[in-house]
Nanobody, 111 residues
Framework: VQLVESGGGLVQPGGSLRLSCAAS????????MSWYRQAPGKERELVAG????????NYADSVKGRFTISRDNAKNTVYLQMNSLQPEDTAVYYC?????WGQGTQVTVSS
């Protein structure tokens, strides 16, 4: 099983980023997937989750209305569209599925 995140980087407050997580080694379409994040000195927290078929999603209160999780089961990929980014969104973002974690991708929001 492998989960590989990409799309992180440095962005100004108010900007946008789209994270991708490419999955391999398991039947991607059979599993719910999630995005978590961990800021320095803080615990890892759930950001968003999506059901196996993509029909159900859930979000942390802190990102509702700004972030959108989606998936493409044909491409074995889950996405996190992040809009209106704020400095408090700065963290390492991790993809999670089937009890496996990706390596993480750094998102830094700063002017």
């Amino acid at each position: 099983v492998q989960l590989v995140e990409s799309g992180g980087g440095l962005v100004q407050p108010g900007g946008s980023l789209r994270l991708s997580c490419a999955a391999s080694g398991f039947t991607f379409s059979a599993y719910a997937m999630s995005w978590y994040r961990q800021a320095p000195g803080k615990e890892r927290e759930l950001v968003a989750g999506i059901s196996s078929a993509g029909g159900s999603t859930n979000y942390a209160d802190s990102v509702k209305g700004r972030f959108t999780i989606s998936r493409d089961n044909a491409k074995n990929t889950v996405y996190l569209q992040m809009n209106s980014l704020q400095p408090e969104d700065t963290a390492v973002y991790y993809c999670y599925g089937r009890k496996y974690w990706g390596q993480g991708t750094q998102v830094t929001v700063s002017s």
